[in-house]
């Protein structure tokens, strides 16, 4: 019984956390609002690599306890991936960072010295995961950077698409397949970054990426919505 409840919390939470994205992301490319209130982090996190200010990352520290980046559990994730690859940038800083942070409330105090612990540990190319929450480190930490390598490992984590004997590889695929695809119509570095891969790359990741450009996202929220009834009424998933 508890294997299935887990089961149907991980699609019920990827669920919800694709649709509470879809409709509810700032459009990039709008202009940044000042970093004063809790709903200013989100848009402030998303074009941060476009226009790094790591000095405003203890105001932006001082604002998480009240903010969804660490009230919406599925935002809880990219948020800290996020901050990892800010003091991963930014040692010097750090110190003082860590000062900002021992001055919050437990929960957060707790919750960003993970992100140090990971900045220590090497960032988050070194965190190891092959699920939907694992694809949110990656989204997390190249809104921090810009980095093309963690474009490649969401690139990568598609393969698992097809994996419907496991549904948290399932998961990882489908998810990966539908953040690409969503993410490379908003951040046009995002499709930059798609397109020139293509050029050294095999047929058939050609044709994958040639998908994740031209596909509608939501026909992967579809498909995920639809895969997921298939496999409960078959008894393969709870």
Same mark, same amino acid.
């Given at each position: 019984?508890?294997?299935?409840?887990? $089961?149907?919390?991980?699609? $019920? +939470?990827?669920?919800?956390?694709?649709?509470?994205?879809?409709?509810?992301?700032?459009?990039?490319?709008?202009?940044?609002?000042?970093?004063?209130?809790?709903? *200013?982090?989100?848009?402030?996190? @998303? +074009?941060?690599?476009?226009?790094?200010?790591?000095?405003?990352?203890?105001?932006?520290?001082?604002?998480?306890?009240?903010?969804?980046?660490?009230?919406?559990?599925?935002?809880?994730?990219?948020?800290? /991936?996020?901050?990892?690859?800010?003091?991963?940038?930014?040692?010097?800083?750090?110190?003082?960072?860590? /000062?900002?942070? *021992?001055?919050?409330?437990?929960?957060?105090?707790?919750?960003?010295?993970?992100?140090?612990? =990971?900045?220590?540990?090497?960032?988050?190319?070194?965190?190891?995961?092959?699920?939907?929450?694992?694809? *949110?480190?990656?989204?997390?930490?190249?809104?921090?950077?810009?980095?093309?390598?963690?474009?490649?490992?969401?690139?990568?984590?598609?393969?698992?698409? *097809?994996?419907?004997?496991?549904?948290?590889? =399932?998961?990882?695929?489908?998810?990966?397949?539908? +953040?690409?695809?969503?993410?490379?119509?908003?951040?046009?570095?995002?499709? /930059?970054?798609?397109?020139?891969?293509?050029?050294?790359?095999?047929?058939?990741?050609?044709?994958?990426?040639? @998908?994740?450009?031209?596909?509608?996202? /939501?026909?992967?929220?579809?498909?995920?919505?639809?895969?997921?009834?298939?496999?409960?009424?078959?008894?393969? =998933? $709870?």
């Amino acid at each position: 019984m508890t294997a299935q409840l887990a $089961r149907m919390r991980l699609i $019920r +939470s990827l669920i919800f956390f694709l649709l509470l994205v879809a409709l509810a992301r700032p459009a990039v490319g709008q202009k940044r609002p000042a970093l004063n209130r809790p709903e *200013d982090l989100p848009l402030f996190i @998303e +074009s941060y690599y476009e226009h790094p200010q790591p000095e405003l990352i203890g105001r932006a520290i001082e604002l998480l306890p009240t903010s969804p980046d660490l009230n919406v559990p599925n935002a809880i994730g990219p948020t800290l /991936a996020f901050l990892t690859e800010v003091f991963l940038a930014n040692p010097d800083r750090l110190p003082a960072w860590k /000062a900002v942070i *021992d001055k919050q409330d437990a929960r957060t105090k707790t919750l960003l010295t993970r992100a140090v612990e =990971w900045t220590e540990e090497g960032g988050v190319l070194k965190v190891e995961a092959h699920s939907a929450g694992g694809n *949110d480190l990656y989204w997390g930490a190249f809104f921090a950077t810009g980095k093309p390598v963690f474009i490649e490992r969401l690139l990568a984590e598609t393969r698992y698409a *097809d994996q419907l004997e496991n549904m948290q590889l =399932w998961a990882a695929g489908i998810s990966a397949k539908w +953040s690409l695809a969503s993410n490379a119509r908003q951040h046009p570095s995002v499709h /930059a970054i798609l397109e020139s891969y293509k050029t050294n790359a095999d047929k058939q990741i050609q044709e994958l990426i040639n @998908e994740l450009l031209t596909k509608d996202p /939501a026909d992967y929220q579809r498909e995920m919505r639809e895969t997921a009834a298939r496999q409960r009424a078959a008894g393969k =998933w $709870r």
